[in-house]
């Protein structure tokens, strides 16, 4: 069935910048993409998400240095990460929520770590 693949993570200086990746394969329509991240003793948080139209939306913490985007035709959502912050550490998981097949499915990608540290 459906299966997220994300990738783009990994080490980065304070002030850096990262592009993370993330492949749905399946039969999907009508979905909302977006990216959540996750620090250790802490729940996961909304990064951004973006609609099939192109709506977009994203937490305070991130306006003006995060962009998501999305190929709908290859069913591939990124996430621009710009001018990088130690809070930014975290495991960044990729989320689905929409039409797989002929149901509706919420699907979660395995997470990719970044950290963000001098």
């Known amino acids: 069935q459906v299966q997220l693949v994300e990738s783009g993570g990994g080490l980065v200086q304070p002030g850096g910048s990262l592009r993370l990746s993330c492949a749905a394969s399946g039969s999907i329509l009508q979905s909302i993409m977006g990216w959540y991240r996750q620090a250790p003793g802490k729940q996961r948080e909304l990064v951004s998400r973006?609609?099939?139209?192109?709506?977009?939306n994203y937490a305070d913490s991130v306006k003006g240095r995060f962009t998501i985007s999305r190929d709908n035709a290859r069913n591939t959502v990124y996430l621009q990460m710009n001018s990088l912050k130690p809070e930014d550490t975290a495991v960044y998981y990729c989320?689905?929520?929409?039409?797989?097949?002929?149901?509706?499915?919420?699907?979660w990608g395995q997470g990719t770590l970044v950290t963000v540290s001098s």
């Open positions: 973006i609609t099939s139209g192109g709506s977009t």
């Open positions: 989320n689905l929520d929409g039409l797989v097949g002929v149901r509706r499915r919420e699907v």
